[in-house]
């Protein structure tokens, strides 16, 4: 039995494929469509990744660890976020001196 990868269209015996998210795919296609969550190393496609150009994540651990400052749109961990009481738009610390002064 043959499978073609969605991706490139090349065809592959079972013992070449690799299977993502029910997904089979061959292992080249696999490292260009992936990547790896830099917060909890969970393999996810790269078009539905978050982040910015030096963190990438998951949507669970960006959900839950981190905001997009609403001026800049910079990713700020949650431990360095500030939040307008007016509003509640997630700052940097930067941002959030300017919005406030």
Avoid at 57 to 81: K, M, Q, W
Wanted: hydrophobic content about 25%; charged content about 25%; proline content about 2%.
């Amino acid at each position: 039995m043959y499978y073609e990868c969605p991706f490139c269209g090349k065809r592959m015996t079972e013992d070449e494929t690799v299977v993502f998210d029910d997904c089979v795919l061959c292992q080249t296609c696999l490292e260009q469509q992936t990547t790896f969550c830099d917060c909890c190393m969970e393999r996810v496609w790269t078009s539905r990744a978050r982040g910015d150009g030096y963190t990438t994540l998951c949507s669970s651990c960006y959900a839950n660890n981190y905001a997009t400052c609403s001026h800049c749109g910079i990713l700020v961990h949650n431990d360095n976020v500030y939040y307008d009481d007016d509003t509640d738009a997630p700052y940097c610390e930067a941002c959030f001196e300017k919005v406030k002064s």
